[in-house]
């Protein structure tokens, strides 16, 4: 036998080589194919994201030398203490749960009879385009649409030329502009899911129910609405949460107002106190882990 022959396999073959080899492998065993395909995402998540968590809640538990401005990494409570004690704060993280509860509520009145019609009473042909016209704001930079709002909002603006003849004037900056641009700004976000969920939703199902006597409001309470609600809890996350950590919006047309993004952006710009920063950064970050635990009841997660 020669020497080729001995290194082969019994029927005299060759031997398969490393790569041939590793792709058996990973075709007897998915498990460590899928393995090997999730190491790559997994890993940027914990390092990028959840280590920026982990340095932020570290963060907040130390503090600042006033007289240097140096952070000085020892373990203390004063930056969650004075939270507490400060009403400021307090006032603060109230207004900025009211902006992102209100801004929800807006678009979820507005963005579900919209998807409803994009899902089941316009012609199929129409669809892509009312798509497009939904997808559309989002392709213009955020900036450029947050100062389109200040310009309209502003006195002898727009919207103010609008109302005159109604005898309204335009609301000007404030807490109420900062609700509206808000909900212009995170509505497609409440539309898409809705639509989603509505598009699954079988006609059979709306059929029968008119076939059974029910009226088009109880077709609504008892069909379509229990079937889509996890939809509109996946929308919502996405306009609460965006709303709860923005600090552009009301920067722009703010005015004096101040949301917990606000407070977080200035601790760490102009008075340099990072430690803090990060404590109140932790608000946003524990309510919506809190949010997140009440939709995942609803199957809302599988909806996005």
Known sequence: MTATAEAGGADGRPAPGPRRRAA????????LR???????????LVVVYLGALAAIFLTAFWSTDVFTGEVVRQFTL????????????????L?????????????TAIGFPMAL??????????????????LAPLWAAYLVKAYAWRVMLSQGGLLDEVLK???????????????????????????????????????????????????????FRSVVLPLVYPSLVAGSIF???????????????????????????DNI????????AAAVATIPVVVMLGYLAAARRTGALREL
Not at 95 to 107: E, H, K, P, Q, Y
Not at 241 to 262: A, C, E, F, M
């Open 165 to 219: 003849p109604f005898g309204l004037s335009s609301p000007g900056y404030g807490l109420p502009a900062t609700v509206l641009v808000l909900s212009y700004l995170w509505l497609p976000y409440m539309i898409l899911p809705v639509y989603t969920g509505l598009e699954r939703l079988p006609d059979s199902l709306l059929d029968a129910s008119g076939d059974l006597g029910a009226r088009p409001v109880r077709t």
């Open 78 to 93: 004063a930056n969650f203490q004075t939270l507490v004690d400060e009403p400021v704060y307090r006032t603060v993280a």
């Open 239 to 265: 306009t609460f949460s965006l709303s709860l950590g923005d600090y552009i919006t009301v920067k722009i047309v703010g005015g004096r107002s101040q949301l917990l993004g606000n407070v977080v952006y």
């Open 117 to 134: 019609y994009m899902a089941k009473v316009a012609k199929p042909k129409y669809r892509p385009y009312l798509m497009i016209a939904i």
């Open 269 to 276: 710009g102009a008075a340099n106190n990072l430690p803090f």
């Open 34 to 44: 899928l393995s090997l395909l999730l190491t790559a995402p997994l890993a940027w």
């Open 24 to 31: 058996a492998l990973l075709h007897r065993r998915p498990r």
């Open 95 to 107: 207004r900025s749960l009211g902006v992102a509860v209100a801004v929800t509520v807006i678009d």
